[in-house]
Structures are given as C-alpha cells and as structure tokens.
C-alpha cells in the first residue's frame, strides 16, 4: 500500500515568498551572529589567558573529544543570556552541555568554560548542568565532565544552594545516575575547589592534570582559618591525590593526553543499549527544505498551510494525517 504524499500549495517564487525568504535569512543570521559571540567565552584575554596555563579553552576540549566528523549538538547556549550584566555577564551561563559521540558512544558532555568568570557557578550555571543530567538520566546517557571552575560565584552564592533546582541538586543527580549505573567520568582539567569539588568524587572515574587542584579550601583560606602553610600541590594537586590521598584515578600530563584517557575509557564501557526503534535509512524531503524560508510571513494576517512545512521536513513527503478534518466543523450546523 503507497504512503500518502504531501502537496505543494506554496509558490516559493513570487514576491511574497522571496519577501518572507529574505526576512527569516536576516533573523538566522542574527541569532548566528548571537551565537558566535557566546561562543566566545569570556573573551580573547581569557583564551589567551587559558592557553598561558598550559591548558585548552572548554571548547577546543570538546572538539578534542568528539569523535572525528562527529557534532556536537550543544545545549542551552542561550542560557543566563544578556543576564548578570552587572557581573559583566556569564555567557552561556559559564558552561556548555550537549551530545556527542566519543568513541562510538552517543555521551552528555558538561564541561566548564573557564574564560567565564574563572568557570564560577553562576545560579542559572547550576541549572544548565542539572538541565543536562536530568537529560541523561531519562535517557540513561553516560556523561563526561571536564570539570575548571572556581567554584561558587560568591556575590550570588545566596541564589546559587538554596532549592530543589539548584547546586545540591547536581550532587543528588550524581548519586542518582551512579544508582541507575548510568557511567560517570569527570576529569578535573584546571581548578576545581569548594563546593565543585564533590561533583568528581561522585562519579566512576576521575581524571587529573598536572597542575589542576582539588579541594575545598585553598592555601590562602586553610592558612587564615588553622595557620597552616601549604601549596597547592601538597594541599590538592594531581600528585597529591594520585599518590596519597587515592581520589583520583588517572594522572595525565597535559589536557591532549587527558582526554585520550576518557576515550580509551569510553571505548572500554561495552556496548550500548539497545534502542527502542530501529532505525532506517532516511530519504530527502519531497521539496527542499530552504523553501521553509518562504513560507513564514511577517505579516500575522496571512496563513500558510502547516502541511507545506511538513512536506519539506519528512522523509519523501509521507505523512499519514490523523484526524485531517477534526475542528473543521460549522458549530451553527450543528443542532
């Protein structure tokens, strides 16, 4: 039996359409321009600053740990956007979520942005990353951390613990996700102090660079609250915790070889679950998809027929209509 097939009802040449083509054109290139701005980070101090450590920006770590020619399908870019401004702003919240493969494996990658405040917990930070988990959770995705951040953002920490949505929550999560034996592997990749630092002890593999730090307190607290002198290094250093104290796992040289780490790790993790629906190969649109373009009008006075849009957006135009004449009923014929 055929397939029913979408028609056309849309001259995607005459003046109207090229109008309303042009019109959305505008606005996507508006929002890609917003887009690479936040892409940014904290800016070209920041980055510079970053790569002065010996250390990569959030999203060269990323397009590191993806798998060759695979995307990355980010998350909540737009989150805490044009918000703290008085802060001087926390673009994309100070971290970036997402999807991608690694190694194979489909992952949700939270990784801090360090050019943001120091990778600071901002409140809508603690959101997005609870946003992500709880994505991984429904879905049982294993998740990777690239954890650099300060910690709290303090002038906000007020905002930042206090309910069930925010920075406790993504500990809980931690708790709930090793339950349900969704993997877990942080990698601590630049500072990770105060109340971050739970976050990596929760998860099944932790990973450390030389020259990051681990712990609640830094020498310059510990010495003013108990007098004791210390470094870095001898108070949370990879060193330290990979040879004393045994919290981290892994001690890897430089970031390059951290994140080969987390991808042998993953191509170690077995085979992934089998998914609901099986999948086919998919077919082009019946009509190019572009064409959606001229379809949107400016004007709220005029309509266009949803169907064109799905004929554009479906597999070769294919699409059994439920209910097609359902609310098409003339309420003065009806006794």
């Known amino acids: ?12 040449k005459s ?12 606005l ?19 980055i510079e600053s970053q790569h002065k450590k010996g250390r990569l920006t959030a999203r060269e770590r990323i397009k590191k740990l993806v798998d060759p020619g695979a995307n990355f399908f980010e998350l909540g870019i737009y989150a805490a956007y044009q918000m703290y401004e008085e802060w001087g702003g926390a673009p994309g919240a100070g ?12 992952c949700m990658l939270i990784v801090n942005d360090a050019t943001v405040k120091a990778g ?9 990353v ?18 650099d951040s300060a910690g709290i953002f303090l002038p906000l920490q007020e905002d930042v613990f206090p309910d069930t949505d925010d920075f406790g929550r993504v500990f809980r999560n931690n ?31 932790i990973l ?38 045994g919290t981290v796992d892994f001690r890897e040289p430089d970031d390059d070889a951290c994140i080969a780490r987390i991808r042998a790790l993953v191509d170690k993790m077995g085979a992934p679950r089998t998914p609901a629906f099986s999948h086919i190969a998919s077919r082009d649109p019946l009509y190019p998809g572009e064409e959606i373009y001229s379809i949107f009008s400016n004007d709220p006075g005029k309509q266009y027929d949803m169907r064109d849009i799905i004929a554009r957006i479906v597999d070769a135009g294919e699409f059994e209509e439920y209910r097609a004449e359902y609310g098409e009923t003339d309420r003065k014929s009806v006794v």
């Open 1 to 12: 039996m055929s397939a029913s097939v979408l028609k056309n009802t849309v001259d995607v």
């Open 208 to 245: 450390m660079t030389e020259g990051s730090g681990l712990f609640l307190a830094g020498p310059a607290l510990v010495q003013a609250a108990i007098g004791q002198k210390t470094s870095a290094e001898e108070l949370g250093g990879a060193k330290m915790h990979s040879q004393i104290s």
């Open 120 to 128: 600071a917990f901002f409140p809508l930070t603690a959101k997005k």
């Open 175 to 205: 708790a709930v996700m090793s339950a349900m034996g969704i993997p877990q592997i942080a990698a601590i990749m630049g500072m990770c102090v105060a109340g971050g630092a739970y976050l990596p002890v929760m998860c099944d593999h």
């Open 15 to 26: 003046p109207a359409a090229q109008k309303n083509h042009r019109r959305i054109v505008d």
């Open 28 to 46: 996507l290139t508006k929002l890609k321009n917003e887009e690479e701005q936040i892409c940014v980070g904290g800016g070209s101090k920041a």
């Open 130 to 147: 609870i946003r992500a988990q709880n994505i991984a959770i429904e879905n049982r995705i294993p998740t990777i951390y690239l954890v």
């Open 95 to 106: 971290v970036i979520t997402g999807l991608a493969r690694v190694s194979g494996r489909t």
